[in-house]
């Protein structure tokens, strides 16, 4: 049977994982003890029963293969690397590491849910203390996190401070999605600084407790007790470096990949979610989709065929809830025209359940 190495347990790794258990002699390699629902992190980082509801087993993902707890130091072109237990021989690769990002958007520091659990309950009695919040970064992990904090936490004031002219700052989104979430921020009562860029950060560290005063490039003072980096997404593409796929990473840690999601200069060897270098922006759905992409094109691999599948990305779309019962959204219909909905609709797609279902669901559990 052919051996499939897949590095990464996120969301799109446990697809390919899952989707090609069935044909293939599937391993799945991850360092965190649980798979870690991501999307929902900004409400883990409020509420206490969410903060359970984003870790979940990967005991029952796999029938054939196996899914082995480990850190990922260096691969070649049919072995991956594993620090601290013996080299694994795959026939073909896929890499799946995704990114990293600041706490509490992503757990990325931590390999036990038990020690981010912790962290998270630390938190959530720190901003039970807090009077004030900064938010550093008014794109949608800031705004989200802002909806988050109005909602469970009422009594903080909320700043946000945004360098570029405009919140949501990527292209793509329409400006009648940017009016409908800022309308909605502005009744929430949080304070948006857009144009502002900080002159220096705060000098506590993200989610301690601690009275600051920072100042924008401009001179405007900002005070608050608590402080959250909303930017910095990372690929986490570093055990890439110095190995024969070097020349595959861009500058940005991306890896380049073909349409039908092969890396560059490699057959056997595929990359899926938020470490590609695929011209959308990154977003869970598009690594679930692409990895069911690799997985089509491993499959046809395997039977002797070229692997011709290829993957298409989207014009921009996103879910963005302002907490359970706020949010809007642009989306794409049928003809991929876009159009945007508001409060209601975006509660009922996302703000509620976050998603929580699916995922259990992929992961076979009830
Ligand atoms: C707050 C927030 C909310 C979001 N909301 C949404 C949303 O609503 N909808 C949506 O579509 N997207 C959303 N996203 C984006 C989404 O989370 C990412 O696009 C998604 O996580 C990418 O999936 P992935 O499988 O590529 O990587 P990841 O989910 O980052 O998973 C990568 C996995 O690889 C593991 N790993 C990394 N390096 C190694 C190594 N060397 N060895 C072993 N394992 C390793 C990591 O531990 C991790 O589990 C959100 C992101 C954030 C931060």
């Known amino acids: 049977m052919a051996r499939v190495v897949v590095i990464g347990g996120g969301y799109g790794g446990v697809t390919v994982a899952k989707g090609l258990d069935p044909v293939a002699d599937v391993t799945l390699i991850e360092q965190k003890d649980q798979f870690v629902h991501h999307a929902a992190a900004l409400r883990a ?19 054939n293969g196996r899914v082995i707890r480990g850190t990922v130091g260096k691969v070649d072109d ?20 995704g990114s990293t990002y600041p706490f509490p958007a992503k757990h990325s520091a931590t390999s036990q849910a038990s020690v981010a659990k912790a962290r998270i309950e630390q938190l959530h009695e720190n901003l039970a203390s807090a009077q004030s919040v900064l938010l550093v970064g008014g794109g949608t992990v800031g705004l989200e996190l802002a909806g988050e904090l109005a909602h469970s936490f009422p009594h903080l004031e909320i700043q946000i401070v945004e360098k570029e002219d405009t919140i949501l700052p990527t292209p793509g989104y329409t400006e009648e999605f940017r009016v409908n979430v800022r309308q909605q921020v502005d ?16 000098p506590t560290s993200i989610g301690e407790l601690g009275h600051f005063r920072v100042e ?9 007790d608590i402080w959250f980096q909303c930017y910095g997404a990372q690929p986490a593409s570093g055990f890439l470096r110095g190995t024969e796929f070097g020349s595959a990473l861009n500058q940005d840690g991306t890896i380049k990949v073909q349409p039908t999601l092969q890396v560059q200069g490699f057959d056997n060897v595929y990359a899926v979610g938020d470490i590609t270098d695929v011209p959308e922006s990154k977003r869970a759905d598009a690594a679930r989709h692409q990895a069911r992409v690799v997985v089509a094109n491993i499959a046809e691999q395997i039977e002797g065929n070229t692997p011709d599948v290829i993957y298409r990305p989207t014009k921009e779309w996103v879910v963005l809830p302002l907490g359970p019962e706020l949010g809007a959204s642009q989306l794409l219909d049928a003809d991929g025209n876009t159009r945007v909905i508001g409060a209601s609709q975006t509660a009922e797609i996302k703000g509620t359940d976050l998603m929580v279902s699916v995922i259990r669901s992929q992961l076979n559990l009830p």
Not at 216 to 224: D, L, S
């Open 216 to 224: 924008t490039k401009a001179g405007q003072p900002i005070e608050a």
């Open 187 to 202: 009744e929430l009562g949080a304070t948006v600084y857009t144009g502002s860029e900080l002159a220096f950060l705060p």
């Open 45 to 63: 980082a409020v509420d206490d029963v969410w903060e359970h509801a984003i870790f979940m087993p990967y005991s029952y993902l796999l029938q």
């Open 78 to 97: 049919h072995k991956v690397y594993v620090f601290g237990q013996e080299p694994i021989e795959a026939d073909y690769i896929v890499f799946a590491t």
